[in-house]
């Protein structure tokens, strides 16, 4: 004579209850959808000035960002992406950025070093740069819908002045030497401090 298994002490009953009590939780924990997904970030720092971005976040530990600046003297625009690899409080961040600064004069740098305006002050205008910077940032709020951030790293810069011939002509003190457009490239140290508000 065959003995019965209560259906409840099956194992297969048993392993179908339990998968029912999971899947709820389980379906939560998939929905990994960040509670904050677009926002405004709000910057300033050196050597690129301050700026304005939109924000898009479209995993937690995902950020990215794009909108105009300005270094007080010319207008540009960039792009950017944050990591966030933990989800705390208070968490790193890996962030790389991208930006182009449009055509403007740069005379008014040689007021702020102190010298008289000459023949010289015409070769910096229409200056251009773009640049491309790495930093590590700590982010304090990062999941939050309002947070700080401290951006460090470092920036290589590529900038352009179409005609240098007046200021190559004054360190040389030659008037007969000429020159084409020139070109400067540097990699120098990279701050930046902002916040960003989320609004969904």
Not at 1 to 16: E, K, V
Not at 78 to 92: K, N
Not at 162 to 191: C, E, F, K, N, Y
Request: aromatic residues 8%; negative net charge; contains cysteine.
């Amino acid at each position: 004579m065959r003995r019965r298994i209560p259906l409840l002490h099956s194992p297969l009953a048993l392993g179908c209850l339990a998968a029912l009590g999971i899947a709820p939780p389980a379906l939560a924990q998939d929905d990994g959808a960040p509670k904050h997904t677009l926002g405004l970030l709000v910057d300033a720092g050196a050597p690129h000035g301050i700026g304005v971005s939109a924000v898009v976040k479209p995993a937690s530990w995902l950020r990215l960002q794009a909108g105009p600046t300005t270094n007080t003297l010319s207008f540009g625009v960039r792009g950017g992406v944050s990591i966030l690899p933990m989800e705390t409080f208070i968490a790193p961040s890996i962030n790389a950025e991208v930006g182009h600064y449009f055509g403007s004069e740069y005379s008014d740098v040689l007021d702020w070093l102190g010298r008289d305006p000459s023949t010289t002050s015409q070769a910096i205008r229409d200056v251009t740069y773009n640049y491309v910077t790495g930093s590590l940032g700590l982010e304090v709020g990062a999941h939050s819908r309002f947070n700080f951030f401290l951006h460090l790293g470092l920036s290589y810069v590529a900038l352009t002045v179409p005609d240098p011939t007046p200021l190559i002509q004054d360190a040389a003190d030659d008037d007969s030497v000429t020159s084409g457009p020139l070109h400067v490239r540097a990699t120098i140290p990279s701050v930046k401090l902002g916040f960003i508000l989320y609004f969904f």
